[in-house]
């Protein structure tokens, strides 16, 4: 079993930035492979980003060159630094582990960006 906090969302202007961190326990960290995922009102939630346990990384179309998606193993903690952000980056974001056969969420973090 794995449990998954975030923390760091938040209101922002258009062209700021946020960080998202995403705690794990429950399980060897550097084993997890760790995503974030986002889902605004009215739409499907969706793959932003991903990063293996090897340290491997996958962008969507979207955020690519904006966001970027680390993590620090000795803190078992995923993070997603967001740049430039703009009204379409508002949504609940979600960080994602999957370790084995588990896929494990976490309870989200609002992100609304709006002048």
């Known amino acids: 079993q794995v449990q998954l906090v975030e923390s760091g969302g938040g209101l922002v202007q258009p062209g700021g930035s946020l960080r998202l961190s995403c705690a794990a326990s429950?399980?060897?960290?550097?084993?997890?492979?760790m995503g974030w995922y986002r889902q605004a009102p009215g739409k499907e939630r969706e793959l932003v980003a991903r990063i293996s346990s090897g340290g491997t990384t996958k962008y969507a179309d979207s955020v690519k060159g904006r966001f970027a998606i680390s993590r620090d193993n000795a803190k078992n903690t995923v993070y997603l630094q967001m740049n430039s952000l703009n009204p379409e980056d508002t949504a609940v974001y979600y960080c994602?582990?999957?370790?084995?056969?588990?896929?494990?969420w976490g309870q989200g973090t609002q992100v609304t960006v709006s002048s």
């Open positions: 994602r582990g999957v370790a084995g056969i588990g896929v494990y």
């Open positions: 429950g399980s060897i960290f550097s084993d997890i492979a």
